[in-house]
């Protein structure tokens, strides 16, 4: 399956549009950069894992550039960067990993 996500701006109640995005599989101690992405006009990347790239069991880490998103939006957000690592327990799943986001706090969870 594969690896999407979405980022909304809940102070703004709108997606959050051109947030450059990576992708990253965990290989013993290393990341290992798997892909980079910017959210669309919906906020959205939804194919974060390219199709060439096996989805396989294992850690990920989905980085997502905030600093950027908060200066086109001229804000002074808290934090520069959101990180979220997430585990593959099954290559058979699609895994939605939304970003709930304002300048001063951000939630995740595991999307469908």
């Not at 990341?31 to 974060?48: P, V």
Request: aromatic residues 10%; charged residues 15%.
């Amino acid at each position: 399956m594969g690896i999407s996500t979405h980022i909304l701006d809940t102070a703004r109640g709108r997606p959050a549009a051109g947030v450059p995005i990576t992708l990253a599989r965990l290989t013993g101690n290393t990341w290992s950069l798997i892909n980079d992405a910017h959210t669309d006009a919906d906020g959205r990347c939804k194919d974060l894992l390219p199709p060439t790239q096996p989805l396989q069991p294992g850690a990920y880490r989905i980085h997502f550039a905030t600093a950027i998103y908060y200066e086109q939006q001229q804000l002074h957000g808290l934090y520069p960067y959101v990180e979220i690592v997430f585990t593959v327990q099954s290559a058979e799943q699609h895994y939605h990993i939304p970003l709930l986001l304002t300048a001063n706090g951000y939630t995740t969870y595991r999307g469908s």
